[in-house]
């Protein structure tokens, strides 16, 4: 299964509200997650089953979708969330990711 | 508290074997599936190899199939990663990464701090 996130990179400033979206290559319900990468780094989960956010996670995030649509959504961008951002399928193995986007700061 | 540390990563020529290494504390692995991703030098991350809970089932990513085993070692709690036939390719920083609940499409929520393997003459 393939996942195209887009945009690949995005710009944008503290107290943005930015979208970031992940189409799949065949319908996998409701199972993307959300992973949130700093340089460096290991990857963090944010969201799960689409729209559940993980324990911890600010609830400035939030995920919908379904099917082989799906979107992640930052309402008030902070100094902290610039970073690289992940959408992987947990549908079937092999486990694939998009292939990222990176936020910066304009 | 959940902690995986990986080790072994390392310098290798093409060619050569690794064996990597991820101890995990704060649960046992009897009780959770767990994976190896890497990230090669400035792109995404690629799933490697899959290991169920029970041990019995295992998965490769074609790109390693029949160069890698994954394998665990109960008893101290600990993930492996034997590498072989090492390529330029297989060049990246090397994560575990544990399932967060138990169920066949539990996203990861836990991560190590991973391990860079280099292959290079």
């Known amino acids: 299964i393939q996942l195209t996130q887009s945009p690949s990179s995005l710009s944008a400033s503290v107290g943005d509200r930015v979208t970031i979206t992940c189409r799949a290559s065949?319908?996998?319900?409701?199972?993307l997650a959300w992973c949130q990468q700093k340089p460096g780094k290991a990857p963090k989960l944010l969201i799960y089953?689409?729209?559940i956010l993980h324990g911890g996670v600010p609830s400035r995030f939030s995920g919908s979708g379904s099917g082989t649509d799906f979107t992640l959504t930052i309402s008030s961008l902070q100094p902290e969330d610039f970073a690289t951002y992940y959408c992987q399928q947990l549908n079937n193995y092999p486990y694939t990711f998009g292939q990222g986007t990176k936020l910066e700061i304009k | 508290e959940v902690q995986l540390v990986e080790s072994g990563g390392g310098l290798v020529q093409p060619g050569g074997s690794l064996r990597l290494s991820c101890v995990a504390s704060g649960f046992s692995l009897i009780s959770y599936s767990m994976n190896w991703v890497r990230q090669a030098p400035g792109k995404g991350l690629e799933w490697v190899s899959y290991?169920?809970?029970?041990?019995?089932?295992?998965y490769y990513a074609d790109s390693v199939k029949g160069r890698f085993t994954i394998s665990r070692d109960i008893a101290k709690n600990s993930l492996y990663l034997q590498m072989n036939s090492l390529r330029d390719e297989d060049t990246a920083v090397y994560y575990c990464a544990k399932e967060f609940y138990g169920s066949g499409t539990s996203p990861w929520g836990s991560w190590g701090q991973g391990t860079l393997v280099t292959v290079s003459s």
């Open positions: 065949q319908d996998i319900s409701h199972y």
């Open positions: 290991i169920s809970s029970s041990g019995r089932t295992i």
């Open positions: 089953a689409a729209s």
